[in-house]
Nanobody, 125 residues
Framework: QVQLVESGGGLVPPGGSLTLSCVAS????????VGWFRRTPGKERERVCL????????VYSDNVQGRFTLSRDNAKNTVYLTMSRLKPDDTGTYYC??????????????????WGLGTQVTVSS
């Protein structure tokens, strides 16, 4: 059974930092393109960033570029999202997703093969 489990969310003041983890079981993330998405009430789902299967493409949305960093630890079958200089607009539920194709995690409305259940990030003073 394939599972993606996110962790690391929480409440953080504006300007703070968090690192989210996405741990996979039942598949090897090294064989997948992995994306992070977020959903905020009243807004459409947004693809925040993604890393290609071959690690040669890392894409960030414009509103997180320079503040968020995506990385992999293949030995731990884990993808990390390090978020810094957080803003209230970054508040939302963050989901990781995996797909064999790049397009499967590229678009806001992509339909990846696998989703995690999400972790809540709240940026507030």
């Amino acid at each position: 059974q394939v599972q993606l489990v996110e962790s690391g969310g929480g409440l953080v003041p504006p300007g703070g930092s968090l690192t989210l983890s996405c741990v996979a079981s039942g598949l090897s993330l090294v064989d997948y393109n992995v994306g992070w998405f977020r959903r905020t009430p009243g807004k459409e789902r947004e693809r925040v960033c993604l890393i290609s299967e071959t690690n040669d493409h890392i894409v960030y949305s414009d509103n997180v570029q320079g503040r968020f960093t995506l990385s992999r630890d293949n030995a731990k079958n884990t993808v990390y999202l390090t978020m810094s200089r957080l803003k209230p607009d970054d508040t939302g539920t963050y989901y990781c997703a995996a797909d064999r194709s790049f397009a499967g995690v590229y678009y806001d409305n992509s339909r990846p093969d696998y989703w995690g259940l999400g972790t809540q990030v709240t940026v507030s003073s």
